[in-house]
């Protein structure tokens, strides 16, 4: 009996704390590769034992809307419902996952009743490696490598290399033509902070993976205490 009692009673605080059921909490989803957005549902039903009212539905991102269906936002006991996001690409690449926050009223700001994951798998056809380079300050000025490498169907080629900061000087180096390139990269002085944003612009054929972007900094030492 008291076992019983006590599944009851955790069954009992899990409904009170989350209402909403989504048929899926993570959805995964491979991105076209030309594609500049996706869209997912997650379909939910109220499995509580009163209505509730869905107050706000979130991700902390500005690449994703979110929207419930209708815009309906009062679901009554065992009614179903879905909620649809609308995930902007942009530049991203690779895995990102986005969580979105569902706050029902009366939940606190702090702590929404759910959370579902949205994963997008989006190509990565110039894979840039590191992103950012960096010397310390008064370091030597030492050339560093960015390692540009193509994964298309089509050879892609770098048709121009370029820093946004003067103290820092590029050169292309071809590895395999259409398919790997090294970019060597050398600050002239490494005397004061410094950033450089290196823009690599190629030939591929969709324009929103056609320019790239790596980073150059030359960094403040900062004594631990």
């Known amino acids: ?31 076209p590769i030309d594609s500049e957005t996706v869209t997912e549902d997650f379909k939910f039903t109220n499995i509580g ?33 879905t909620l649809r996001a609308n995930f902007s690409l942009g530049s991203f690449q690779g895995a990102v996952d986005k969580q979105i926050n569902i706050w029902l ?15 997008v798998h989006i190509p990565q056809v110039i894979k840039i490696t590191p992103r950012t380079i960096k010397w310390k ?33 590029v050169k292309l180096v071809t590895i395999v033509n259409g398919k790997k390139y090294h970019v060597e990269v050398t600050p ?17 054929d969709i324009k929103k993976h056609r320019i790239q972007q790596s980073f150059a900094a030359i960094s403040r030492n900062i004594e631990k205490k």
């Open 1 to 31: 009996m008291k076992f019983l009692l006590t599944a009851w009673l955790a069954i009992a605080t899990s409904l009170a704390a989350a209402p909403l059921k989504f048929d899926k909490t993570l959805i995964e989803v491979h991105a």
């Open 49 to 81: 034992d009163t209505a509730v009212v869905i107050r706000e539905a979130d991700a902390g991102c500005s690449c994703i809307s979110v929207l419930v269906s209708g815009g309906k936002l009062a679901y009554a006991p065992g009614e179903s419902g």
């Open 105 to 119: 009223e009366g939940d606190p700001d702090e702590k929404p009743s759910n959370t579902v994951t949205m994963r």
């Open 137 to 169: 300050m008064g370091s030597d000025p030492v050339m560093q490598i960015v390692e540009i490498e193509m994964d298309h169907e089509k050879a892609i080629h770098v048709t121009s290399v370029s820093s946004s900061n003067s103290n820092f000087e």
């Open 188 to 204: 002239k002085i490494t005397d004061s902070p410094g950033l450089s944003v290196l823009r690599i612009e190629t030939n591929l």
